[in-house]
Protein backbone atom coordinates (compact mmCIF):
# COMPACT_ATOMS: atom_id res chain seq x y z
CA UNK A 1 0.00 0.00 0.00
CA UNK A 2 2.87 2.20 0.78
CA UNK A 3 4.43 1.58 -2.93
CA UNK A 4 0.67 2.76 -4.47
CA UNK A 5 0.66 5.97 -2.26
CA UNK A 6 4.22 7.09 -3.28
CA UNK A 7 2.52 6.41 -7.12
CA UNK A 8 -0.13 8.59 -6.40
CA UNK A 9 2.56 11.08 -4.63
CA UNK A 10 4.53 10.98 -8.14
CA UNK A 11 1.42 11.74 -10.28
CA UNK A 12 -0.21 14.09 -8.47
CA UNK A 13 3.35 16.00 -7.97
CA UNK A 14 3.22 17.80 -11.99
CA UNK A 15 -0.33 19.26 -11.10
CA UNK A 16 0.19 20.47 -7.49
CA UNK A 17 3.36 22.74 -8.97
CA UNK A 18 1.35 24.08 -11.47
CA UNK A 19 -2.50 25.56 -11.52
CA UNK A 20 -5.21 22.73 -12.95
CA UNK A 21 -6.87 23.40 -15.78
CA UNK A 22 -9.99 21.86 -13.40
CA UNK A 23 -10.85 20.26 -9.98
CA UNK A 24 -11.85 17.23 -12.63
CA UNK A 25 -8.96 16.43 -13.93
CA UNK A 26 -7.38 16.21 -10.78
CA UNK A 27 -10.38 13.63 -9.61
CA UNK A 28 -9.32 11.84 -12.92
CA UNK A 29 -5.96 11.00 -12.00
CA UNK A 30 -6.52 9.65 -8.93
CA UNK A 31 -9.95 7.76 -10.05
CA UNK A 32 -7.79 6.17 -12.48
CA UNK A 33 -4.87 5.45 -9.75
CA UNK A 34 -7.52 3.47 -7.73
CA UNK A 35 -8.91 1.50 -10.74
CA UNK A 36 -5.71 -0.19 -11.64
CA UNK A 37 -5.26 -1.37 -7.81
CA UNK A 38 -8.48 -3.00 -6.80
CA UNK A 39 -7.77 -5.17 -4.79
CA UNK A 40 -5.76 -3.79 -2.37
CA UNK A 41 -7.93 -0.52 -2.48
CA UNK A 42 -11.14 -2.81 -1.03
CA UNK A 43 -9.49 -4.11 2.19
CA UNK A 44 -11.70 -3.95 5.31
CA UNK A 45 -9.62 -2.37 8.41
CA UNK A 46 -9.57 -5.31 10.93
CA UNK A 47 -10.47 -8.28 8.19
CA UNK A 48 -7.88 -8.45 5.84
CA UNK A 49 -5.43 -10.66 7.80
CA UNK A 50 -8.09 -12.76 9.75
CA UNK A 51 -7.72 -16.25 9.02
CA UNK A 52 -10.59 -18.53 7.42
CA UNK A 53 -11.65 -21.75 8.67
CA UNK A 54 -14.71 -23.54 8.82
CA UNK A 55 -17.55 -22.03 10.66
CA UNK A 56 -16.94 -18.71 9.27
CA UNK A 57 -19.08 -16.99 6.59
CA UNK A 58 -17.37 -14.74 3.81
CA UNK A 59 -19.11 -12.02 1.50
CA UNK A 60 -17.86 -12.10 -1.71
CA UNK A 61 -18.90 -9.01 -4.17
CA UNK A 62 -17.64 -8.33 -7.56
CA UNK A 63 -18.99 -4.92 -8.78
CA UNK A 64 -21.05 -4.82 -11.56
CA UNK A 65 -21.34 -8.89 -11.86
CA UNK A 66 -24.25 -9.69 -9.89
CA UNK A 67 -23.68 -13.74 -10.56
CA UNK A 68 -20.41 -13.41 -8.98
CA UNK A 69 -21.65 -11.58 -5.81
CA UNK A 70 -22.65 -14.04 -2.81
CA UNK A 71 -21.60 -15.24 0.38
CA UNK A 72 -19.88 -18.41 1.08
CA UNK A 73 -20.04 -20.35 3.97
CA UNK A 74 -16.26 -22.07 5.37
CA UNK A 75 -16.86 -25.91 4.75
CA UNK A 76 -15.39 -28.69 6.98
CA UNK A 77 -13.44 -29.51 3.74
CA UNK A 78 -12.45 -26.37 3.68
CA UNK A 79 -12.56 -25.92 -0.24
CA UNK A 80 -15.79 -24.16 -1.78
CA UNK A 81 -17.09 -24.15 -5.49
CA UNK A 82 -17.05 -20.97 -6.88
CA UNK A 83 -18.60 -19.52 -9.97
CA UNK A 84 -16.97 -19.84 -13.20
CA UNK A 85 -13.38 -20.76 -11.82
CA UNK A 86 -13.96 -23.59 -10.36
CA UNK A 87 -12.80 -24.79 -6.88
CA UNK A 88 -11.41 -22.17 -4.35
CA UNK A 89 -9.26 -22.76 -0.93
CA UNK A 90 -11.08 -21.37 2.11
CA UNK A 91 -9.63 -22.50 5.39
CA UNK A 92 -6.58 -21.73 6.50
CA UNK A 93 -6.32 -18.38 4.21
CA UNK A 94 -6.76 -15.04 5.44
CA UNK A 95 -9.35 -12.77 4.19
CA UNK A 96 -6.87 -10.66 1.93
CA UNK A 97 -5.94 -13.99 0.53
CA UNK A 98 -8.65 -15.06 -0.75
CA UNK A 99 -9.76 -11.64 -2.01
CA UNK A 100 -6.72 -11.64 -4.04
CA UNK A 101 -6.82 -15.15 -5.59
CA UNK A 102 -10.44 -14.79 -6.34
CA UNK A 103 -9.21 -11.26 -8.47
CA UNK A 104 -6.08 -13.10 -10.01
CA UNK A 105 -8.16 -16.15 -11.45
CA UNK A 106 -11.31 -13.76 -12.69
CA UNK A 107 -8.88 -11.61 -14.11
CA UNK A 108 -8.32 -11.40 -17.69
CA UNK A 109 -10.11 -15.19 -19.07
CA UNK A 110 -13.35 -13.60 -17.45
CA UNK A 111 -13.37 -10.17 -16.65
CA UNK A 112 -10.89 -7.31 -18.28
CA UNK A 113 -10.28 -5.86 -14.98
CA UNK A 114 -12.32 -7.22 -11.80
CA UNK A 115 -13.40 -5.10 -8.49
CA UNK A 116 -13.49 -7.57 -5.95
CA UNK A 117 -13.86 -7.12 -2.16
CA UNK A 118 -14.52 -9.88 0.32
CA UNK A 119 -15.37 -9.57 4.13
CA UNK A 120 -16.61 -11.37 7.09
CA UNK A 121 -20.20 -11.94 7.04
CA UNK A 122 -20.22 -14.25 9.98
CA UNK A 123 -17.54 -15.97 12.25
CA UNK A 124 -17.15 -19.15 13.82
CA UNK A 125 -18.37 -20.01 16.96
CA UNK A 126 -16.55 -19.95 20.59
CA UNK A 127 -17.74 -22.26 23.47
CA UNK A 128 -18.59 -21.34 27.16
CA UNK A 129 -19.26 -24.12 29.72
CA UNK A 130 -19.63 -24.35 33.34
CA UNK A 131 -20.85 -22.15 35.89
CA UNK A 132 -22.61 -19.79 33.15
CA UNK A 133 -26.42 -19.67 32.69
CA UNK A 134 -26.46 -20.33 29.33
CA UNK A 135 -23.92 -22.58 28.67
CA UNK A 136 -23.23 -23.24 25.01
CA UNK A 137 -21.96 -21.72 21.64
CA UNK A 138 -21.93 -18.42 20.62
CA UNK A 139 -20.84 -16.48 17.28
CA UNK A 140 -17.29 -15.04 17.88
CA UNK A 141 -16.99 -11.00 17.18
CA UNK A 142 -14.25 -8.94 17.20
CA UNK A 143 -13.05 -7.42 20.30
CA UNK A 144 -14.61 -10.77 22.31
CA UNK A 145 -13.47 -10.73 26.05
CA UNK A 146 -14.07 -13.39 28.43
CA UNK A 147 -16.11 -10.65 30.34
CA UNK A 148 -18.32 -10.06 27.14
CA UNK A 149 -18.93 -14.12 26.92
CA UNK A 150 -19.43 -14.78 30.46
CA UNK A 151 -23.01 -11.80 29.43
CA UNK A 152 -23.81 -13.66 26.01
CA UNK A 153 -24.08 -16.62 28.51
CA UNK A 154 -26.45 -14.91 30.71
CA UNK A 155 -23.87 -14.64 33.70
CA UNK A 156 -22.73 -16.32 36.25
CA UNK A 157 -24.56 -18.75 38.46
CA UNK A 158 -24.17 -18.20 41.94
CA UNK A 159 -21.68 -20.55 42.89
CA UNK A 160 -19.31 -19.79 40.21
CA UNK A 161 -15.98 -19.02 40.73
CA UNK A 162 -14.71 -15.44 40.07
CA UNK A 163 -10.99 -16.30 39.58
CA UNK A 164 -11.27 -19.99 38.24
CA UNK A 165 -11.81 -19.23 34.84
CA UNK A 166 -10.38 -21.55 32.29
CA UNK A 167 -9.67 -21.48 27.98
CA UNK A 168 -8.37 -23.91 25.99
CA UNK A 169 -7.72 -22.64 22.39
CA UNK A 170 -8.67 -23.21 19.13
CA UNK A 171 -5.63 -25.22 18.01
CA UNK A 172 -4.62 -27.00 21.34
CA UNK A 173 -5.85 -29.32 23.39
CA UNK A 174 -6.13 -29.57 27.05
CA UNK A 175 -2.41 -29.34 27.32
CA UNK A 176 -2.99 -25.81 26.50
CA UNK A 177 -5.51 -24.62 28.67
CA UNK A 178 -4.57 -21.82 30.75
CA UNK A 179 -6.58 -19.62 33.33
CA UNK A 180 -7.51 -16.42 32.44
CA UNK A 181 -9.17 -13.38 33.64
CA UNK A 182 -12.02 -11.22 32.71
CA UNK A 183 -10.50 -8.87 30.41
CA UNK A 184 -8.50 -11.38 28.42
CA UNK A 185 -9.40 -11.83 24.60
CA UNK A 186 -11.35 -14.73 23.64
CA UNK A 187 -10.41 -15.78 19.54
CA UNK A 188 -12.75 -17.35 17.63
CA UNK A 189 -12.66 -21.15 18.12
CA UNK A 190 -11.96 -20.51 22.31
CA UNK A 191 -13.43 -22.52 24.53
CA UNK A 192 -14.12 -21.50 28.24
CA UNK A 193 -14.31 -22.88 31.26
CA UNK A 194 -16.03 -21.41 34.36
CA UNK A 195 -15.46 -23.57 37.71
CA UNK A 196 -17.44 -23.53 40.91
CA UNK A 197 -16.41 -22.09 43.66
CA UNK A 198 -16.17 -24.41 46.92
CA UNK A 199 -15.86 -21.52 49.26
Do not use: C, H
Request: aromatic fraction near 10%; charged fraction near 20%.
Amino acid sequence: MIGFLSIIGSRLKPLLQSPPQSLLQLFGVVSLLFAAYPAAAQDLPGQGDYRLAPGDVIEVRVYGEDDLSMELAVPARGTVEYAFVGEIELAGKTVREVQQGIYDRLLGDYLVEPRVSVSMAGYRNVYVYGEVNQPGSYSWEPGLTVRKLITLAGGLKERASGSKGYLVPEAGGQAQQRRVNEDDPVGPGDTLTIEQSFF
